[in-house]
RNA sequence: GGCCAGUUGGUGAAGUGGCUUAACACACCGCCCUUUCACGGCGGCAUUCAUGGAUUCGAAUUCCAUACUGGUCACCA
């Protein structure tokens, strides 16, 4: 029996040869050095920091060469798939605002012109590919089962040598193929294999993009092709769908690093020009419990998920920031040398991308989100806490909109300057720190934070002697803070903070002090922005009320 | 265990043989500015680049060994 008997036994219903997937998904027609480069998950649950790490850096690829960038579900092993799968990952693209160009959009629906771009749905391509292999003699059907692979398994153990199918543990490697027909006639369970013409004993060679040249010992297992299911394993996958969808770059975490050697080889065989390689250092964490670097987690650690940081209120625009300062070592610098240009105007350098995984930090992220928020213009600040919280925080939601002009004056406060203030990090935050704007939310037991001056009655009379004689809605800046300086004369407090310094025995007290009682009175907290601009914000009414609360204590 | 990669301060890192008595950023700590906070300014924070050896007039930078960390050796991706 020949080959190609037998590779018709076993796939009869294939007509189409590798030729003619040649003319179905031809080159794409883009100008010269264009990178087509491509997200391939699996759908096992929500995309996770490293990934999104990797999928920026393919966005921007194409972005940078006009070239394409698609969408690519890895769902080859359907009891890893969850329920919803595609969704949360095409959900999560949108959340990133990471556009695709090509790929899947959702379980049945998909634009380009290089589908089906879920794998599940491709499995007659891959069959194809199986048996033009099996024709050529460089596949063959495997009968062992997982019993006997363990089996040999633990005798290559034992025997110290080396783990693997290969050479004479390859079992079905040499069966004649009349009795692979046979026992295929038979209803013997069996799978494809590479029959791998590599010896250990020869070195290849590849460049990555990140690490440069490395060599390996030439890859000698009969990989497996095809599963008993029917589908392909992801070598197999990988060299057919990244060749069919003209894919010049692959970019993927340093754990594919160990298989290079089986999909160089891969390549070859089937015809295959290799793509290049980018094999990314993993973001890593420490593991509260051991103490030990590992692997961020999606199963472990919250700030893995994209969730999160919709949930805190983390622009997605810090987040991209941050990773890029992760993907590219000299990307924080030029951040800081031009803070208001897009990532887009940032040429990415695979040389210039670490090779070692480094550690993932929340704090590093967290600052960046800060010095981001601080440079939105209130306006822009007002909508996203709207939309924040509308999702997250009903009472400040209704707070928000209620007091739409007063909320946008709000956080107009030292902002939009060029130093702006840096409260808010996150969207999540800001009711902590602007609650006592709201006269709603200034209720209960309130907890005064009075300093330096916390003899009630003192208080009390600083403040009446202040609305009184000293206070006028109507001042600016300069003349408010005059009139401070009068009611702390009166008073019997040093105008200047310096005058106090030098003769503090002159003085109850200084000026600083008794801004500080208006403050307090005011809004409760020792820290707040700028006290004049709150005031200002209040109006005379609103003064007077939060003022006669301390008053008739 | 085999194979592969990585190793510069608490963190991300610059650095490709002399300009490095090791940039920059985050964090942290002082001081200053200031009616609070924030901002900002100034200063501190690795005598040393995992360790040992070699090459060299000269090494974080080249070479070799060792150690450690991570990855991988599935009909998972």
């Keep these: 029996m020949t080959d190609k008997e037998l590779a018709e036994l ?6 189409k040869t590798p030729e003619d997937y040649e003319k179905i998904y031809p080159e794409r027609k883009l100008e010269s050095g264009a990178a087509v480069s491509r997200f391939a998950p699996s759908p096992t649950g929500f995309v996770h920091m490293g ?3 990797t999928t920026v850096i393919e966005r921007k690829i194409p972005d940078e060469t006009n070239g394409v960038f698609y969408l690519r579900i890895e769902d080859t092993d359907q009891k890893r798939s969850v329920e919803n799968g595609i969704k949360g990952i095409v959900d999560d693209l949108k959340n990133f605002e990471i556009k695709i160009d090509e790929g899947a959009l959702g379980e049945d629906e998909e634009i380009g012109d290089y589908g089906p771009y879920i794998q599940s749905k491709r499995k007659e391509i891959y069959e194809c590919y199986a048996k ?9 059907p495997c009968f062992c089962t997982p019993e006997e692979l363990d089996e040999t398994r633990n005798l290559q153990e034992l025997n110290k040598e080396r783990i693997g199918y290969y050479g004479s543990f390859a079992k079905c490697r040499n069966l004649s193929n009349e009795e692979r027909a046979e026992r295929i006639k038979n209803g013997e369970p069996y799978i494809i ?4 013409p590599g010896n250990y004993e020869n070195k290849v060679m590849f460049n990555d ?8 010992p030439e890859n000698d297992l009969d990989v497996v092709l095809i599963k008993s299911d029917g589908l392909p394993i992801y070598h197999f996958a990988h060299a057919i769908d990244d060749h069919l969808m003209r894919t010049t770059h692959v970019l993927r975490g340093e754990e594919w690093l160990s298989s290079v050697p089986v999909h160089i080889q891969l390549f070859k065989i089937l015809g295959f020009e290799l ?3 980018a094999h990314l250092g993993l973001v890593m964490k420490i593991d509260e419990e051991t103490g030990a670097k590992r692997k961020l987690s999606k199963r472990k650690d919250k700030e893995a998920a994209v969730s999160f940081y919709h949930e805190q209120g983390i622009p997605v625009e810090a987040v991209k920031l941050y990773l890029m300062t992760i993907g590219n070592s000299n990307f924080e610098e030029w951040l ?6 897009s990532i887009n105007d940032f040429k990415f350098n695979f040389k210039k991308m670490s090779a070692s995984g480094s550690l993932f930090d929340l704090e590093k992220l967290i600052n960046i989100s800060r010095n981001y928020i601080s440079r939105l213009k209130a306006q822009e600040v007002y909508e996203r806490a709207l939309k924040h919280s509308k999702e997250f925080d009903t009472e400040f939601y209704e707070l928000l909109t209620k007091y739409k002009d007063y909320c946008v004056n709000m956080f107009n406060i030292e902002r939009e300057q060029k130093k702006p203030r840096k409260d808010y990090a996150m969207f999540s935050e800001i009711k902590g720190y602007t609650w006592y704007m709201f006269d709603e ?6 907890n005064y934070e009075f300093q330096s001056i916390n003899d009630l009655e003192e208080i009390k009379n600083i403040l009446k002697v202040y609305l009184e004689k000293y206070y006028n809605e109507e001042d600016d800046e300069q003349t408010w803070f005059e009139r401070l300086k009068d009611l702390s004369e009166e008073l019997g407090y040093a105008r200047e903070v310096k005058e106090y310094k030098e003769n503090p025995d002159n003085y109850k007290g200084h000026v600083g002090d008794i801004s500080m009682v208006l403050r307090v009175a005011l809004s409760s907290k020792s820290m707040t922005p700028n006290l004049y601009q709150i005031m200002k914000l209040f109006g005379r009414e609103r003064l007077t009320n939060r003022f006669n609360l301390v008053i008739n204590k």
């Design 10 to 15: 076993i796939f009869p219903n294939i007509t």
């Design 51 to 53: 990934s999104l790490l």
């Design 132 to 140: 033009d292999l099996i024709s050529k003699g460089l596949a063959y």
């Design 193 to 196: 294999r590479l029959k791998s």
């Design 209 to 216: 993009l990140v690490r440069g040249k490395i060599v390996f």
């Design 275 to 277: 793509p290049q390689y």
């Design 336 to 341: 800081n040398q031009n803070p208001d240009a």
């Design 441 to 446: 939310l200034f209720t209960g037991d309130i």
